[in-house]
Every structure is written in structure tokens, then in C-alpha cells.
């Protein structure tokens, strides 16, 4: 199928769109059909960039946590198993669009890409070079911990004793004293190469909005719109 | 040279804490998989796991900004991750402000930052805007399709519109004690290892 | 032309000098290469060409340096990104961005180059140094010799005129090392000023053209070329550098071996009474589609295992090296026979014993490449008695001592040096009581003196009847400690014999 790149700018909007979506609440038929359709656009944009397994287990939870809201729970149901199920699939059906929005976006956009977005919209370069940090840390913690919790297993010391306070102190520390020293070496890395030279950066990615763009953009800015002219106005 | 300016370095170092304390939100929100109600306990747990690296990020603060742009950061990623934009500035607002208390002794004084600390915790409820927003109406509307008023209750009993300034101050209260408890291992660790 | 004129330097916070009356002029294009034990000043003189000394590492600072007639002192390091690019020891932390596109640009963005020069350098560098089958990955999944050779792009496509090397083969294997040779020839040839602080020496002889010894902060030594070629190993030994040919000479005994195609499977090895034996070794990256259990991992299949080891016989109380190439399986060997993969169905027989699962934890332990991991507390005694089952301050205090450590007990083991913190983490293994030791890669980056404590250390554990297996690709180790090799090729043995 044909890959549909959209802008970072787009979809950053589709976030705001699809935030403010699930954040007011649908009760008819109509309000539910437009948060399904906002929720089936990012599912489609993943089908398109080929992930075709998320797409369906996206929909998959989605369907299931609508399924058994609209029919397997009614105001009969009592107890603590329906209760949870009510607040598990209230949460999944009120929060998963925007979930499965944001995940699509983390998941196909490059962070150079996200960078020059970020440019564009006049955003300060210390944020931006901040957030890129913030989105190397991510994995390098992520390794660091793997190793840490590797290292907790051969001594046995995987829950602290049974001590809560001690199951953090040995994941912590370890943890801040390696993200500590790679911090160390990666600024002098960075500095040699220039970070924080006072002019503009730069980017090698033009941006440009595309059709497809302008036509998301559209799509949500209208759904949102209808949204609330039947919520608020009618 | 300016050097009120900040530099790269404090960039990257802004960079690093934000991961980290974004990572103890993360551990503490998968807790919260296992009930909503234990989202509500997220006001104790992530300003007392959380204020171990944020001590260690208070040492190395110098200048004026850090803190705020540390905010902007948990603000645009919990924007991202589809976790809604309301609580955006009360985050960023917390951030400022923690900023400016701890900057009135130059980051230095044990008091002002405790209570710096205190205030940048409230960043924390903002995990909460989405739910209060919409539980107000999704109660009225689980109302109307027939619920009993008092399954509603109890489904939002832990968070609403009234606990949430209970919750503000909570937050507050813990990040204080947090404060103290964070720099306590910071005293045993990394002051004891030289790194600070 | 670089210019470092009577300087003194001393690390903020450090009691002892870093360095004394520096003078050193280097031309253009020429190939300078500093040696000297840990500590000696090399990577301080690299940071006084770059700039990292006086504008990001903080100390008092006499004389001056002038790099192509700029004051270091006064030149902003962002002004020097263009002048003077510097690749680090260390590829994990050097990189900024995700992806290696990213990474490749990272400099060029941040002095403002235009898009369009941006993407005219990347394709050039691409082309120049082989890089396309690396573009579009994420830096997280690239080996460190791969992380190198980005981290060498990078600073090129600032095009600098020098390039400093702080110890740059640390962390590679062999082939690695062979390719950032051949990068830092094309270098030299383009006419670039290049400056290489380095402990292994021998991948360097035919490229540097003036060599540096420093001691204790201090230019002890100059030699030409021709000069430092004609060393003997015993001249360095004395000077407490590593060799510049034996590491040849195993090249091609081990290197030869090991990179050679032929599929020879030759254990040279007579089983005795008490051996560690090793029982179905299996593991794979890609397992078999399981709907409701997990299917284990057998015999019949190990064909398409990433590791097989069906039946293994270890000498007891010896010190085993484990080589191959990168990729090999060498660390996952490691990790499954220390019990950290869940899916690998090891068993192990230590005397009349057989462990399997979980229990394998207790009997082995892994001394990482990275130390730092696998320290917890505050003092090195309460890591040491971290480990015990009962603690006992008196043997902890018993294991720290023989370990040379004493003295540190009350140290927090994050300030103490990377041999002793190693060492620190022998100390725990030694409580813990494994009988089976297994270090990954633990001379990388040591000088030579570093290296030969650490094998002495490890004989020394093999004759108190623990079995050592060390994974390495430093040659010196090997015929320094190891009494048997166990070579490995695509998850299989290759090899295991004795020395």
C-alpha cells in the first residue's frame, strides 16, 4: 500500500484534535460514531506505514472495551468484578483514540524530522535540544536498566530484601550514577561538534505540507467542529 | 560572556533528569493499570521515587531556567503521549515558580528548594485533568443510561473536582517530605562517592 | 599547526598536578600519537587541543595552546567545531542523536549549515567511508565498532582540519579496530593534523609519524617512526606500554583462526572427574510460535538455535578464555551460563552437583564490562556483604584484603577507580561463593599494567579452585592467564583447547 507521510505539524494537530475529542464525553449514537472515526484514521495511517499488527491489536482492544461497554454491562450489573470492568473499559474506550494517536506518531516520526517541525513553529532551541536529550535517554535507560536488573539477579537482591525502599535504592542509584557519567561524556561530545554555537540550527529536513496534509487536517478540524456544535451548541 | 545564559551542557542535563523522572511516572502509571484507584495514590509515590533524581538534578542547577524548562518538556511529552494537553499549565505554572522560589537562594539553601521541590510536584496532578474533566460528564451520562447514583460515586469517588484540591496539596506535602528524603540519598551516594 | 607552550594544568577538586610544562608544536599533517600508562596526562593534552580544557572541565590553567593561530583560551568551543573534531573512548555515550542520519548531521545542524550543504556532506561521507548499509538504523542497534565509525562521520562532516582519537579502540574487536585503521589512514592521506591517544599500539605503528610518551604529566619520551617501529616489547614493557607486535603476531594465530571460513569443530580436551560440565547450552533470538506454553528448547532443533553448546567439559580451577568475533554469541554464551536468560534450558555439573534453572545464579557470577551496573551501596564492605547469605563482616573483611582493597572499606565504590571497582565486584563473587567466574571483556581500555593486575588476579582465582572464564579480544590476556581457549563461530564452538 502507498505510505502516507504526513507533517510532524499534522500530526501534532491530530493529537490536539483527537485530546480534545476524548476529553469531553459522547453519550448519543452521533458523538460515538465521530470518536470512532477519529479513532479508526490513525489505525488506517498505520495499516498504510505497514504496521499491520499494532493496527490490529489496536482495534482488536478498542472493539473488545466498546463491545462490552454498550452491551455486557448494564445497570443490573453490580459488584466488584463488573465495577472493575466498568472502569477498565470506561478508561480504554474514553483514552485509547488518543493512545493509539499518540503512538502512531511516536512510532512514524523521525526525531530529526520532529526537530525541524519544531523549528518551524519558532520553538526555542534550548526546548528542542532538551527533548531530543530527553528522547536518546529513553532507550540508553532503558539498557542501562536491563543491565542493572541482570546485576540484581546474580546477587539475588532483585526485591530489596523485601524491602520497598531497598527494591528503589538498588534500581536508582546504579541507574543515576551511569546516566550521571554518560551525561558527562556526551556533552563534551556534543559541545565539540558545536552544540550551542548562537545562530539558528539547522535542519536537512524540509518540511512541507503536503495534500495529504491539508486533507487530515481538514478531516479532524471538521469532526472536532461537529463535535462540538452537537455537544455544546445544539 | 554571560553567564547567566544557559549552555548546552545545562541542556542536556534538563534533558536527562526530564527522562528520569518521566521514566519514574512511567513505572508508577503502569501500577495504575492495576486499579484507577491506585492512580490516585500517584500524588504520594512519584514526588517520593521521583525526588531522588530530581535532588541530584537540584546540585546541579545553577541558573534560572532548568526547572522551568523541565516542565515544558513533562508538558509536551505528556502531550505527545496522548495524555492530554489541559494540565499544561498548571504543569508548566508549578515549574515557574519552583524556578523562581529556588533561584531566591541561588539554589543553594536546603528550606527553598525543599519547598521548590513542593511546588514543582503539583506537575503531577496534572495526570489527573483528563479524568476530572471528563468524569464529571461521564458520570452524568452513565446516570442518564441508568447506572445507580451510587456506582457512579464509587467509580469516581478517588478523583473529582472536590478531592483534587486535597490531592493539589497532598502533592505538595509529599514533594516537601520527598525533598528531604531525596537529598538524604543523595548525601549517602553521590556526595559520599565525590560526583557532587 | 598546533601550538601547547609551557603549560600547566590541575583538574578542579584534584589534589595531584594533571599536567607539568607542556611544550608541543605539531605541523600540519602530521600523525602524533600520545601513549603512556592510565593517568599520564594523554587525554588532558587532547582536551587542551580541543577546547573541552579550559571551556568545559574546569582547573587552573597555565601557558597557552593555539590551534592554527587561535587562543584556545578565548576561542568559544563552537567556534572550534569546524577546526578541530574529536572522536571519544566511549561509542555509547558519544552519540546524541537516535538514528544514525541524525547523528551523521548532528554537527553540521548545529553550526547552522544550509539543508541543502547538509545533505550534499551526508551523501558525501556516506559514499566515502561505506556507510550506506548503516543509514536509517537506530543507533541502539549497532555494535560498537559500527557506533564508532558514525562517531568518526559525524565529527568529518564538520570537515575539521585535526582530529583528536581519545582512545578509540577500547571497546572494538579486532575487525572493528582494522576498520577504524583504514579510516584514520584516509584521514592522514587527505592531510588532516591527526592526534591519537591510545594503549593499543599495534594498529597505529604504520600510520603515526611522531609517537609521545608522557609519565606522570610529563613528555618523558619522543620517538620518530622508524625509532618507535624498532622497539622491542621488553623496551615498552619497561616503559609499561603494550607491545606493537605481539598483538600482530596473534592476529593471525588467533585472528587467523578465527576468521578463517573452515567449519572445523575440534574440541582437544579430555574429559577428567571433575570438570564443569556443561548440558544443553540452547538459545535463540527468534523462538519457535507457542500458542499456550513456551515450547523449550531442545537438542533436535539447535540447528537453528543463535547458540548451541549441547555437551561441554570445562576444566575446574582453571582460567578459560573465550574468543571470537563480535557477534559470535560470546556475550549471550556468558549470560546464559550465569542463569540470566530464562529460555536457555542450561544445566551445569559442578562436582556431584547438577544446577539447573535459577539455581545457577548462586553458582555462577558475571563480573560486567560495565562495573558500574552491578554496585548497590554505599560502602565497598556492605557491597561485599550485600552478597552473603549471612553476613560476615570478618570475611568480608577477609575477601577485601586479599583483593588489595583494604584501606577502602569505608569508600563509596562509585570513587574509587575502574580497577577497583572491578575488583570490588570480584570481592561480591568471592562471598557470594560462585565457584564459576565469568568476566566479559574485562581488560578493555587498560594499560598495560592494568592489564597484566588483571591477570594475575585471574590466575590467582583459578589456583583457589574457582573456574574463570574470561571473554575477551586483548591478546596480551590471553597469553598472559589463560591455560585453555574456547573459541566460538555463529553460536557454535569452534574450538577449545588448551594454549
Given amino acids: 500500500m502507498m505510505k502516507i507521510s504526513l507533517d510532524p505539524r499534522t500530526k501534532l494537530f491530530m493529537i490536539f484534535a483527537v485530546s480534545f475529542i476524548v476529553m469531553v464525553n459522547a453519550v448519543t449514537p452521533f458523538e460515538w460514531g465521530i470518536r470512532i472515526a477519529v479513532t479508526l484514521i490513525p489505525i488506517l495511517l ?124 538498588y534500581r536508582m542509584i546504579p541507574l543515576l550514577f551511569s546516566c550521571v557519567s554518560i551525561g558527562e561524556e556526551l556533552s563534551a561530545a556534543a559541545v565539540t561538534r558545536g552544540l550551542g554555537a548562537p545562530v539558528k540550527r539547522s535542519s536537512p529536513y524540509e518540511l512541507r505540507m503536503k495534500a495529504a496534509d491539508i486533507i487530515t487536517i481538514a478531516v479532524f478540524t471538521v469532526f472536532t467542529g461537529l463535535f462540538i456544535t452537537v455537544k455544546y451548541i445544539r | 560572556m554571560n553567564d547567566n545564559k544557559l549552555k548546552a551542557k545545562d541542556f542536556i542535563t534538563v534533558g536527562i533528569f526530564t527522562a528520569l523522572l518521566f521514566v519514574v511516572e512511567f513505572a508508577c502509571g503502569m501500577l495504575g493499570f492495576i486499579h484507577p484507584y491506585i492512580v490516585a495514590s500517584y500524588v504520594v509515590m512519584i514526588p517520593l521515587v521521583g525526588s531522588i533524581p530530581m535532588m541530584l538534578f537540584y546540585t546541579k542547577i545553577e541558573k534560572f531556567g532548568m526547572i522551568t524548562i523541565m516542565s515544558v518538556l513533562l508538558a509536551i511529552i505528556m502531550f505527545v503521549t496522548g495524555m492530554g494537553w489541559l494540565g499544561a499549565p498548571l504543569i508548566i505554572a508549578a515549574g515557574v515558580i519552583a524556578d523562581l522560589i529556588a533561584k531566591k537562594s541561588n539554589y543553594k539553601s536546603m528550606k527553598a528548594i525543599a519547598l521548590s521541590h513542593g511546588v514543582f510536584c503539583l506537575w503531577v496532578c496534572a495526570n489527573y485533568f483528563p479524568v476530572i474533566v471528563t468524569s464529571e460528564s461521564y458520570r452524568k451520562s452513565l446516570i442518564d443510561g441508568g447506572y445507580s447514583m451510587e456506582y457512579c460515586d464509587n467509580l469516581f469517588r478517588a478523583i473529582n473536582s472536590k478531592t483534587i484540591i486535597f490531592l493539589l496539596i497532598l502533592c505538595f506535602v509529599f514533594g516537601v517530605i520527598g525533598a528531604y528524603v531525596g537529598k538524604s540519598v543523595v548525601k549517602k551516594h553521590f556526595e559520599k562517592a565525590g560526583i557532587v | 599547526m598546533i601550538n601547547i607552550e609551557n603549560v600547566n594544568f590541575r583538574y578542579k577538586g584534584s589534589g595531584e598536578s594533571g599536567l607539568h610544562d607542556i611544550t608541543l608544536n605539531i605541523a600540519d599533517g602530521e600523525t602524533v600519537l600520545l601513549c603512556g600508562a592510565s593517568g599520564c596526562g594523554k587525554t588532558t593534552i587532547t582536551r587542551l587541543v580541543n577546547g573541552l580544557i579550559p571551556h568545559y572541565y574546569k582547573g587552573e590553567l597555565e601557558g597557552t595552546v593555539t590551534v592554527n593561530g587561535r587562543d584556545i583560551a578565548n576561542t568559544e568551543l563552537y567556534e572550534l567545531a569546524s577546526v578541530v573534531g574529536t572522536v571519544f573512548q566511549n561509542p555509547r555515550s558519544q552519540f546524541f542523536a537516535v538514528d544514525t542520519d541524525g547523528e551523521i548531521t548532528f554537527g553540521t545542524e548545529n553550526i547552522g549549515m544550509s539543508p541543502e550543504e547538509i545533505v550534499r556532506r551526508k551523501a558525501d561521507i556516506t559514499e566515502e567511508m561505506g556507510l550506506s548499509p548503516l543509514l536509517g538504523k537506530s543507533l541502539f542497534a549497532l555494535s560498537g565498532g559500527e557506533k564508532q565509525k558514525i562517531a568518526c562521520a559525524s565529527v568529518s562532516a564538520l570537515m575539521p582540519d585535526i582530529m583528536i582519537l581519545d582512545e578509540p579502540s577500547s571497546n572494538l574487536d579486532w575487525k572493528a579496530i582494522d576498520e577504524l585503521k583504514n579510516v584514520i589512514r584516509e584521514w592522514k592521506e587527505k592531510g588532516r593534523t591527526i592526534i591519537i591517544s591510545e594503549h593499543r599500539l599495534w594498529y597505529l605503528k604504520y600510520i603515526v609519524d611522531r609517537v609521545i610518551f608522557l609519565d606522570k604529566g610529563q613528555i618523558a619520551k619522543e620517538w620518530n617512526k622508524a625509532e618507535f617501529s624498532s622497539l622491542t616489547t621488553e623496551k615498552l614493557k619497561e616503559y609499561g606500554l603494550r607491545p606493537i607486535t605481539l598483538e600482530e603476531k596473534y592476529i593471525r594465530e588467533f585472528g587467523g583462526d578465527i576468521f578463517s571460513d573452515t567449519t572445523e569443530n575440534t574440541i582437544q580436551y579430555h574429559t577428567k572427574a571433575d570438570d564443569i560440565r556443561i548440558h544443553d547450552l540452547f538459545f535463540t533470538y527468534t523462538p519457535p510460535k507457542y500458542v499456550v506454553f513456551k515450547k523449550k528448547l531442545t537438542a533436535e532443533n539447535s540447528d537453528d538455535y543463535t547458540l548451541a553448546v549441547s555437551d561441554l567439559s570445562l576444566p575446574a580451577g582453571k582460567v578459560i578464555g573465550l574468543i571470537g568475533k563480535n557477534g559470535a554469541g560470546k556475550s549471550t554464551f556468558l549470560r546464559c551460563l550465569c542463569g540470566l536468560e530464562k529460555d536457555c534450558p542450561v544445566k551445569l555439573t559442578i562436582g556431584d552437583e547438577v544446577v539447573s534453572g535459577k539455581k545457577i545464579l548462586n553458582k555462577c557470577y558475571m563480573v560486567m564490562q560495565d562495573v558500574d551496573h552491578q554496585l548497590f551501596t554505599d560502602s565497598v564492605v556492605s557491597e561485599v556483604m550485600l552478597s552473603m547469605q549471612d553476613e560476615d563482616k570478618e570475611r568480608a573483611e577477609n575477601f577485601i584484603t586479599s583483593l588489595g582493597l583494604s584501606g577502602y572499606e569505608n569508600t563509596h565504590p562509585m570513587a574509587l577507580s575502574g580497577g577497583q571497582k572491578q575488583r570490588v565486584a570480584i570481592a561480591s563473587a568471592l562471598a557470594a561463593d560462585a565457584s564459576l567466574l565469568l568476566f566479559d571483556e574485562p581488560t578493555s581500555g587498560l594499560d598495560h599494567k592494568h592489564m597484566e593486575t588483571v591477570g594475575e588476579l585471574l590466575k590467582r582465582l583459578a589456583v583457589q579452585g574457582r573456574t574463570v572464564i574470561v571473554s575477551t579480544h586483548d591478546p596480551e590476556l590471553i597469553s598472559l592467564c589463560c591455560e585453555y581457549v574456547l573459541c566460538l563461530e555463529k553460536g557454535r564452538i569452534k574450538y577449545f583447547r588448551q594454549v
Avoid: N
Fill in chain 1, 46 to 169: 498505520m495499516i498504510t506505514e505497514g504496521k499491520y499488527a499494532s493496527a490490529f491489536r489496536f482495534s482488536l482492544l478498542y472493539a473488545a472495551a466498546l463491545i462490552l461497554l454498550k452491551f455486557f454491562i448494564s445497570s443490573e450489573s453490580t459488584g466488584f468484578i463488573s465495577a472493575f470492568l466498568v472502569g477498565y473499559c470506561g478508561i480504554v474506550a474514553q483514552f485509547m483514540p488518543a493512545m493509539i494517536t499518540a503512538w502512531y506518531v511516536i512510532r512514524t516520526t523521525k526525531i530529526g524530522e520532529f526537530m525541524s517541525a519544531m523549528q518551524k513553529m519558532h520553538v526555542p532551541d534550548g526546548i528542542s535540544i532538551s527533548l531530543a536529550v530527553v528522547m536518546r535517554f529513553f532507550p540508553t535507560i532503558k539498557e542501562e536498566y536491563g543491565s542493572i536488573c541482570d546485576a540484581m539477579k546474580m546477587r539475588g537482591i532483585s526485591f530489596g530484601g523485601g524491602k520497598v525502599t531497598k527494591m528503589i535504592e
